[in-house]
């Protein structure tokens, strides 16, 4: 039988209250009391929301919605998965955490994030969304007329001549998508 918690994964303002301090007192000491009632720990990596300190040096780890709009912070998982700002901070608490912890006998697991994806969280529209999803179906056709046949974007005058043209796949426009570009 396993008894045990999981504790950390909204905890990122209260173990990094800022970019260059960090505070695990507090999580050392809920470790011990936690390991000397017997019970074990999962961790989770607190990156399931980024801090507000980060959000304001920062703002475009914020993502953009499919009507244009900026999300604000609310509860949690209010970050662009792409962004490499907001992904760097990851592996930097990430890499802290793990040399902290990572030997301790009382922590046993890991949890990666939280709920990843969880409220419809993953489709951002940020510029930098649009470069990376033209990036992967370039590598994934390899030339446009590839694309142009896989999208059969000829039926509706689509054909694409050069990758510039492509854009993200809209969900808010009320005639549909090509299937094809909404699949990829
Ligand atoms: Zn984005």
Redo the contacts with the bound molecule.
Sequence with gaps: MFYGVRIGEFAWSALQPAEDRFDFDWLDRAIDVLSHAGLSVILGTPTATPPMWLVHQHPDVL??SAEGVQMKPGVRKYY????DTYRSHCQRIAAELGRRYGSHPAVVDWQIDNELGDHDTVR???P??RAAFIDWCRAKYGSMSALNDAWGTVFWNQTYSDWAQLDLPYPIREIGLNPGHLLD
């Design positions: 993502p953009i662009c998965h792409t962004n951002c529209y940020c930098r969304c």
